[in-house]
């Protein structure tokens, strides 16, 4: 090995070591440190909060809150929501004024089991690691849609599961073998509900569901198969009812197999018999569906969404009951991108910001019966999310190409998972470089944030730089000195004159 290879050896391994502490310090508990040589004791907070988000528009359906107020942190939990909260009492307080704040929103579906190496599969290349695309669109906790089974769910919770910052759950696919292709999707015998759901039970609260897809064939077998599964795990059941076919439409799925609670996802893409053709509105299946309690999930995708399709039946007051992405390599090119993207479509459609923020937090947490997310209660799993609000002119295209001009965008400011800062656009957290005094205490920024950074090797958390400006010296803060990056036996910078 050359030394120049050596050197690119040497950097990517500096970045891996570097996410991968990033990544222990998200999942760590509260007052905890990464393990190994670079780690630190944090100081206790004697404050009744971490973190205050103050005069930000707050959105909590399960609560019925949708009006100005603070939120509070405390130990990776919500500690108070509501007015005039005092900014004395936390560590950090940041101003979130004409800004939206929820729940960590809940992708409820992505494929994400990459890493395998597969072509060609949703268990492989198809598939992305979720952190890059989760926690920058607010988004905190993500069902993956049945990209494994029973068989390689294993290998999906090691690679990819246990070792995300998003929270990731998982629809078991009724294809033991998973989400491969049609030459596994298609094989009848390897759909096994007592198998399935009996595998399903033994991880409660990380399988949350069961997912039948892309199957061709003209059989009912994956759809009995999958509520058998669902019944036994006591989860619901995801349907993406794969090709058309006469023998097994659409009406009869939902009156004869799904149950109340189960979940049909692409539900705007026109390609199964859920427009009525002649008004353009629902479908009899559609209206069936609503009427039994199915769920009716937007799962936009590549190919499985249609302005066509969702314009006249929003038109008609039927509106989704979850907005998804159904995330992959083609749909975060394409025309679905993001699932602030899917947000936007449906404001465009008609829908306010309470609206789609309740269908990407709250209603999704319902849907999988994991209701201690999506909501921002007290004592509840401190996940929140922050968006502004930008007008203007935006193109937005669906599956055939066709735009639509809307003049909304909610973009992510800021995102909390477990009660830490993971994310944030605008550095609204952090102090201008040359401020003569940090706005809260560095050594204690550990329970607020995970942006703890300090130069490669240090042993003391980040303060200021080498170089110090004079209104900077002699600062009274607890913690570390601010000598922590200068060389060792070097004395510390003495104050401009």
């Not at 050197?7 to 760590?28: E, F, M, N, R």
């Not at 050594?443 to 004079?470: E, K, M, Q, S």
């Amino acid at each position: 090995m050359n030394f120049k290879s050596l050197g690119v050896v040497v950097v990517l391994t500096g970045v891996t070591l570097c996410s991968s502490l990033i990544a222990q310090q998200a999942a760590q508990a509260p007052g905890q440190r990464p393990t190994g040589r670079r780690s630190f004791a944090l100081p206790p907070n004697p404050l009744p909060y971490d973190l205050l988000l103050q005069h930000g528009h707050v959105v909590d359906a399960k609560n019925h809150i949708d009006a100005v107020m603070d939120v509070a942190v405390k130990d990776g939990k919500i500690a108070a929501v509501g007015q005039n909260l005092k900014a004395s009492d936390a560590l950090k307080t940041i101003d979130v004024s004409n800004m939206w704040v929820s729940p960590g929103l809940i992708d409820l579906h992505v494929h994400v089991y990459a890493g395998t190496g597969e072509r060609g599969s949703y268990a492989g290349d198809y598939s992305v690691y979720p952190d890059g695309f989760t926690l920058r669109n607010g988004v905190t906790t993500a069902v993956d849609a049945g990209s494994s089974g029973y068989k390689n769910f294993p290998d999906f919770k090691d690679k990819v599961i246990d070792r995300s910052i998003t929270r990731i759950l998982a629809d078991l696919n009724i294809v033991g073998a998973g989400m491969r292709g049609s030459k596994y999707e298609d094989n009848l015998d390897d759909m096994d509900g007592q198998a399935t759901g009996e595998f399903a039970k033994k991880y409660p609260g990380v399988i949350v569901g069961i997912k039948s897809a892309h199957f061709t064939g003209p059989e009912w077998k994956p759809y009995e198969q999958a509520v058998i599964a669902g019944n036994i795990a006591n989860i619901p059941v995801m349907i993406d009812f794969g090709a058309r076919r006469i023998e097994r439409p659409l009406y009869d799925l939902v009156t004869k197999y799904l149950r109340p609670g189960d979940i049909y996802t692409h539900c705007f893409s026109g390609n199964r018999g859920e427009q009525d053709e002649k008004t353009g509105g629902p479908s009899k299946a559609l209206i069936a569906m609503r009427e039994r309690g199915i769920y009716c999930d937007v799962g936009h995708g590549g190919g499985s969404f249609a302005f066509s399709v969702a314009a006249p039946i929003m038109r008609s007051g039927y509106l989704p009951d979850s907005i998804s992405t159904d995330l992959h390599v083609t749909s975060m090119n394409g025309s679905m991108k993001d699932i602030l993207n899917v947000a936007d479509k449906m404001l465009l459609l008609g829908e306010t910001v309470p609206q789609v923020l309740t269908q990407m937090t709250w209603n999704p947490a319902r849907e999988i019966k994991q209701e201690q997310l999506g909501n921002l209660s007290v004592g509840s799993i401190a996940d929140v999310a922050v968006f502004s609000e930008e007008h203007g002119k935006f193109g937005f295209y669906d599956m055939f190409g066709a735009k639509a001009m809307g003049n909304t965008k909610l973009i992510c400011e800021l995102t909390i998972k477990g009660g830490k800062i993971v994310y944030d656009l605008n550095a609204m957290e952090f102090d201008l470089w040359d401020a003569p005094k940090h706005s809260s205490d560095p050594a204690l920024a550990g329970h607020w944030t995970t942006f703890t950074v300090r130069p490669f090797g240090a042993t003391h958390p980040g303060r200021w730089p080498v170089w110090i400006p004079g209104q900077q010296r002699n600062t009274n803060e607890s913690g570390p000195p601010n000598v922590y990056n200068m060389p060792a036996g070097q004395p510390p910078a003495k104050p401009n004159r």
